[in-house]
């Protein structure tokens, strides 16, 4: 099958969460199983070895309103892995800056272009994809673009799939956004685009996909209901007949204790003696008190917003923290008042907790390496990824029953032999107390936490078959092949 991914992240060349990491990885797992797959993105200023690409496209125009001398681009492009071939889009004045999602007034226009790009790339080339698979907001405008605008066109008959990996973000623009597209004014009115006196790009998506995806079946439940959908539950309602879950996977090429390069040992369920010189490692390295009997550490790798409930932690882990009960190291960044919550935290409890403010890739794989919990207490969760890669690097997660945690966490409480973390239900102090202190008892039992490391390490959560269920997803909107 020949597979489209537009997508704005892409790791390792974008990366700003879990999404970057998600398309990657299924598209590898795509390629891998001899699909024809390419994922557009664009070229931001950060992303590294743009001296290595070739260039596709050398002048592509771009079918987008404005100023003419923005309406074109280069096409950069490389062979990620087999079978799988990365489009860049360059654009110096959308896309040179180094941020993924900067804060700036033509946010609205910097998506759409990449995403009609994408579509120009393919008619130019004449590479006709069987199935375009947009992710999340950016993208959202595609499936209305396709089947109006570009219905007669070689791509009018691929099939379509929107994956929702956050309905928080949905992407309002102005009215004239439209007019940008050309999209027919038709699409103006609240059982269309509009939602609020604008146009909602995720809403687009959602109602015009063959396909809408979310990235596990928890989520795709609770995005019918107002608690999660955000303003778009009713939507979403319409397309419920669409809507399937498939869960994310992990990367075993770069998350693996066995193998990884990041890590100052590696280690396997076998033997985790490697883990003990990472704990030791990832101790020295946040300048922690350490020794016989030291309390365990608790890990965070985050983006810190309020979906994350770490506002909640912050509050429940000082007073652990008082009586010596853990030992807790953070790697994060965004609200700024949070931010400033864990550096106090830090301040008081200098040998007990190490907080980095800031994006570090080697130092997340040292956390989950180092720690013996890692902490998730979402208010939701479409998926999340570091649950997984903790439980494969022997740390057991402590989440929050919801989303994506709900389903790849299997709960312990004593004499549980299946476990592979620690769940609680309620998103408030009460709830994170006492799953700290519940992970605290399985810690002071040594057999038990072992068995949980190792069920956990043995859990495969695997690309393959995520890839299996999406090309199942991409038949059942009409994709051939
Ligand atoms: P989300 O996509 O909501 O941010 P996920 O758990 O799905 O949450 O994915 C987060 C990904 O981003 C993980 O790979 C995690 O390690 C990474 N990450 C988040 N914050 C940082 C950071 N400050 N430094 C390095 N990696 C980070």
């Given at each position: 099958?020949?597979?489209?991914?537009?997508?704005?992240?892409?790791?390792?060349?974008?990366?700003?969460?879990?999404?970057?990491?998600?398309?990657?990885?299924?598209?590898?797992?795509?390629?891998?199983?001899?699909?024809?797959?390419?994922?557009?993105?664009?070229?931001?200023?950060?992303?590294p070895g743009r001296e290595g690409m070739r260039v596709a496209i050398p002048s592509l125009a771009v079918g987008v309103g404005g100023p003419e001398e923005k309406a074109g681009c280069r096409v950069l492009s490389l062979q990620a892995s087999p079978g799988f071939e990365a489009w860049f889009i360059e654009h110096h004045d959308y896309y040179g800056a180094r941020e993924i999602y900067p804060a700036r007034p033509d946010f609205a226009e910097r998506a759409a272009f990449y995403a009609r790009a994408a579509l120009d790339a393919?008619?130019?080339?004449?590479?006709?994809?069987?199935?375009?698979?947009?992710?999340?907001?950016?993208?959202?405008?595609?499936?209305?673009?396709?089947?109006t605008v570009l219905k007669q066109t070689?791509?009018?008959?691929?099939?379509?799939?929107?994956?929702?990996?956050?309905?928080?973000?949905?992407?309002?623009?102005?009215?004239?956004?439209?007019d940008f597209l050309g999209l027919p004014g038709r699409l103006w009115q609240?059982?269309?685009?509009?939602?609020?006196?604008?146009?909602n790009f995720l809403k687009g998506g959602i109602l015009h996909a063959g396909r809408v995806i979310t990235v596990s079946p928890t989520y795709a439940r609770e995005i019918l209901t107002p608690e999660f959908g955000y303003g778009l539950h009713e939507v979403v309602r319409r397309r419920e007949s669409a809507l399937e879950g498939i869960l994310n996977g992990v990367d075993a090429d770069e998350w693996n204790p066995r193998t990884d390069p990041l890590l100052p040992a590696n280690y396997s369920s076998r033997s985790l003696k490697g883990k003990q010189a990472c704990r030791k490692a990832?101790?020295?390295?946040?300048?922690?008190?350490?020794?016989?009997?030291?309390?365990?550490?608790?890990?965070?790798?985050?983006?810190?917003?309020?979906?994350?409930?770490?506002?909640?932690?912050?509050?429940?882990?000082?007073?652990f923290l008082r009586d010596n009960r853990l030992r807790f190291v953070l790697l994060g960044s965004g609200d700024p008042a949070l931010e400033d919550a864990y550096r106090a935290l830090a301040a008081e409890f200098p040998s007990r907790c190490g907080v980095r403010i800031g994006y570090d890739h080697g130092l997340s794989h040292r956390i989950e390496a180092g720690s013996d919990f890692f902490l998730m207490p979402s208010r939701f969760e479409p998926c999340g990824l570091n649950q997984m890669y903790s439980m494969a690097y022997g740390t057991p997660p402590?989440?929050?029953?919801?989303g994506g945690l709900a389903d790849t966490v299997r709960p312990w409480s004593p004499g549980a032999k299946d476990a592979t973390g620690i769940v609680f239900e309620h998103a408030d102090l009460q709830g994170i107390e006492w799953a700290i202190g519940h992970a605290l008892r399985l810690f002071s039992e040594p057999k038990a936490y072992r068995k949980v490391q190792v069920n956990g390490m043995r859990t495969e959560f695997s690309w393959k078959l995520s890839a299996d269920r999406h090309l199942t997803a991409y038949r059942a909107a009409g994709a051939r092949g």
């Open positions: 099958m020949k597979i489209l991914h537009i997508t704005p992240e892409l790791a390792p060349w974008s990366k700003a969460g879990g999404l970057g990491d998600a398309t990657a990885a299924l598209a590898k797992a795509q390629g891998a199983l001899g699909h024809d797959v390419k994922a557009v993105t664009p070229l931001y200023g950060s992303v393919c008619l130019d080339s004449g590479w006709t994809p069987d199935v375009i698979h947009c992710h999340d907001w950016t993208a959202g405008l595609v499936p209305p673009l396709l089947n070689a791509l009018g008959a691929a099939a379509t799939a929107i994956s929702v990996h956050n309905l928080q973000h949905q992407g309002v623009a102005h009215r004239g956004i439209m609240a059982s269309e685009l509009e939602c609020l006196g604008g146009v990832l101790t020295q390295e946040f300048g922690l008190a350490d020794g016989p009997g030291a309390p365990p550490i608790f890990g965070v790798i985050s983006r810190l917003w309020e979906q994350k409930g770490l506002d909640l932690a912050a509050a429940a882990l000082a007073s402590v989440v929050r029953a919801t």
